[in-house]
C-alpha cells in the first residue's frame, strides 16, 4: 500500500490512534509476535527464530499451487518482520511507533526516510538547482515576449529602422547574392530584434536575466547581501534621523516605493513619465502622499462611473439585489 493512501486512511480516522499504522513495517500485524520473540529478544533470538519459521515456510518446500501461494505470502510476511527487527535504527523506529501511536505523521516520515535512504542535503541540493534552472529560464521567457513585443509597436520598429539605415549610410554593402524576400524580410527582423535588445531599458518582470538573479548565486551570495542591507540601514539612521540630512533622489525614490508597496522590479517598470510625476509632487512625504492618493481613488471612482459596463452592473444590483440570480441574467 502507498503512502497516499495510507496518508488518506489515516485522515478519516481508520487507525490514527492505534499502535499499527497500515502500510508500515508489518502493517496492522506485530512484527515481534509474527517471529514469536518480544521486545526483549536478543538480535541472535530473533535470527533463530526467523531461520526456523523461514523454513518452515518456504515456498519451495511446498507443493501444490494453493499451499505454495499461501507459504509464499506468510513468507513474505515474516521475512519483513525481520528486516525491521534485526537492524537496531528500523527496531527503535519501530519501538518508537508503539510507544507514541498518536504520531503517526513522524512514523511515515522515519519510515520512509530510513527506506529510501536518501540524505536531506542532497534533497535541498537538487530543489535548489531546479528552482534556479526554472527561474532562469522563466524569466528569460518573459524577456523574449517583451522583445517580441516591442518588435510589433511601429514606434519601436520605425526607431530601430531608422537606427538601421542610418548605420547603413555610406557604407559599402557587400554583395549577397540573390535573397528570397523570406530571406530579406528573416534578416530585417533579425536586425531589428539586435537594435532593440542594445537599446531598450526593459526593467521590471520582464527585464533582461541576470546572473545575480538565480537563487544558487542569491545563496551564494547572502552574507554579503545581509552585509549590505545592515551596512545601508545603519548609514540610513545616521544620516537621516540624526543629522538630519535632506533626502537625495535615490532616497526619494525608494520612500515612494515604500510608500506605494511595490517590490523594486514593479517600481522599475513604472514610465519614467510617473516616476518624474512622483517626485514633482514630492510622494516622499507621508502627507503629500495621502492626498495624492486620495485624488487617484476619486479618479478611479469617477471613471467606474462613466465605464456603461459598471453603469449596467450598478442598475443590476438596484433591482435585482445580489442575491437573485437567473439563467437569463
Given at each position: 500500500m502507498?503512502?497516499?493512501?495510507?496518508l488518506?486512511?489515516?485522515?478519516?480516522?481508520?487507525?490514527?490512534?492505534?499502535?499499527l499504522?497500515?502500510?508500515?513495517?508489518?502493517?496492522?500485524?506485530?512484527?515481534?509476535?509474527?517471529?514469536?520473540?518480544?521486545?526483549q529478544?536478543?538480535?541472535?533470538?530473533?535470527?533463530?527464530?526467523?531461520r526456523?519459521?523461514?523454513?518452515?515456510?518456504?515456498?519451495?518446500?511446498?507443493?501444490?499451487?494453493?499451499?505454495?501461494?499461501?507459504?509464499?505470502?506468510?513468507?513474505?510476511?515474516?521475512?519483513?518482520?525481520?528486516?525491521?527487527?534485526?537492524?537496531?535504527?528500523?527496531r527503535?523506529?519501530?519501538?518508537?511507533?508503539?510507544?507514541?501511536?498518536d504520531?503517526?505523521?513522524?512514523?511515515?516520515?522515519?519510515y520512509?526516510?530510513?527506506?529510501t535512504?536518501?540524505?536531506?542535503?542532497?534533497?535541498?541540493?537538487?530543489?535548489?538547482?531546479?528552482?534556479?534552472i526554472?527561474?532562469y529560464?522563466?524569466?528569460?521567457?518573459?524577456?523574449e515576449?517583451a522583445?517580441?513585443?516591442?518588435?510589433?509597436?511601429?514606434k519601436?520598429?520605425?526607431?530601430?529602422?531608422?537606427?538601421?539605415?542610418?548605420?547603413?549610410?555610406?557604407?559599402?554593402?557587400?554583395p549577397k547574392?540573390?535573397?528570397?524576400?523570406?530571406?530579406?524580410?528573416?534578416?530585417?527582423?533579425?536586425?531589428?530584434?539586435?537594435?532593440?535588445?542594445?537599446?531598450?531599458?526593459?526593467?521590471?518582470?520582464?527585464?533582461?536575466?541576470?546572473?545575480?538573479?538565480?537563487?544558487?548565486v542569491?545563496?551564494?551570495?547572502?552574507?554579503?547581501?545581509?552585509?549590505?542591507?545592515?551596512?545601508?540601514?545603519?548609514?540610513?539612521?545616521?544620516n537621516?534621523?540624526?543629522?538630519?540630512?535632506?533626502?537625495?533622489?535615490?532616497?526619494q525614490?525608494?520612500?515612494?516605493?515604500?510608500?506605494?508597496?511595490m517590490?523594486?522590479?514593479?517600481?522599475?517598470?513604472?514610465e519614467?513619465?510617473?516616476?518624474?510625476?512622483?517626485?514633482?509632487?514630492?510622494?516622499?512625504?507621508?502627507?503629500?502622499?495621502?492626498?495624492?492618493?486620495?485624488e487617484?481613488?476619486?479618479?478611479m471612482?469617477?471613471q467606474?462611473?462613466?465605464?456603461?459596463?459598471?453603469?449596467?452592473?450598478?442598475?443590476?444590483m438596484?433591482n435585482?439585489?445580489?442575491?437573485?440570480?437567473?439563467?437569463?441574467?
Amino acid at each position: 500500500m502507498d503512502l497516499k493512501f495510507c496518508l488518506i486512511f489515516c485522515f478519516f480516522g481508520h487507525g490514527c490512534f492505534a499502535h499499527l499504522l497500515q502500510g508500515l513495517y508489518c502493517g496492522l500485524d506485530n512484527c515481534y509476535e509474527l517471529l514469536d520473540v518480544t521486545r526483549q529478544s536478543t538480535k541472535q533470538e530473533i535470527a533463530r527464530n526467523y531461520r526456523q519459521l523461514a523454513k518452515k515456510y518456504h515456498p519451495d518446500l511446498h507443493k501444490g499451487e494453493a499451499d505454495k501461494k499461501v507459504a509464499e505470502e506468510k513468507f513474505m510476511i515474516i521475512a519483513r518482520a525481520y528486516e525491521t527487527l534485526r537492524d537496531e535504527g528500523s527496531r527503535a523506529d519501530y519501538n518508537y511507533m508503539l510507544d507514541n501511536p498518536d504520531e503517526y505523521y513522524s512514523h511515515y516520515y522515519r519510515y520512509f526516510k530510513r527506506r529510501t535512504k536518501i540524505d536531506v542535503r542532497l534533497v535541498v541540493l537538487v530543489c535548489i538547482s531546479i528552482i534556479s534552472i526554472v527561474q532562469y529560464f522563466s524569466r528569460k521567457q518573459r524577456y523574449e515576449e517583451a522583445i517580441k513585443y516591442f518588435m510589433t509597436v511601429p514606434k519601436y520598429r520605425n526607431k530601430a529602422l531608422e537606427i538601421i539605415n542610418q548605420s547603413q549610410d555610406g557604407v559599402k554593402k557587400k554583395p549577397k547574392g540573390k535573397l528570397s524576400k523570406g530571406e530579406l524580410k528573416e534578416e530585417s527582423e533579425k536586425n531589428i530584434r539586435k537594435i532593440l535588445e542594445e537599446n531598450l531599458d526593459i526593467q521590471g518582470a520582464y527585464a533582461k536575466p541576470q546572473i545575480t538573479d538565480i537563487l544558487w548565486v542569491q545563496i551564494i551570495l547572502l552574507p554579503y547581501t545581509l552585509f549590505k542591507y545592515v551596512k545601508w540601514n545603519l548609514l540610513w539612521i545616521y544620516n537621516f534621523n540624526i543629522r538630519m540630512k535632506p533626502y537625495g533622489e535615490e532616497e526619494q525614490l525608494y520612500l515612494i516605493r515604500k510608500n506605494l508597496k511595490m517590490g523594486i522590479n514593479q517600481f522599475k517598470g513604472i514610465e519614467p513619465e510617473k516616476i518624474s510625476d512622483y517626485l514633482r509632487r514630492k510622494l516622499w512625504i507621508k502627507k503629500n502622499y495621502n492626498i495624492w492618493k486620495e485624488e487617484q481613488e476619486e479618479e478611479m471612482k469617477r471613471q467606474m462611473a462613466d465605464n456603461p459596463r459598471y453603469k449596467a452592473y450598478r442598475r443590476y444590483m438596484k433591482n435585482h439585489g445580489p442575491g437573485r440570480m437567473t439563467f437569463e441574467d
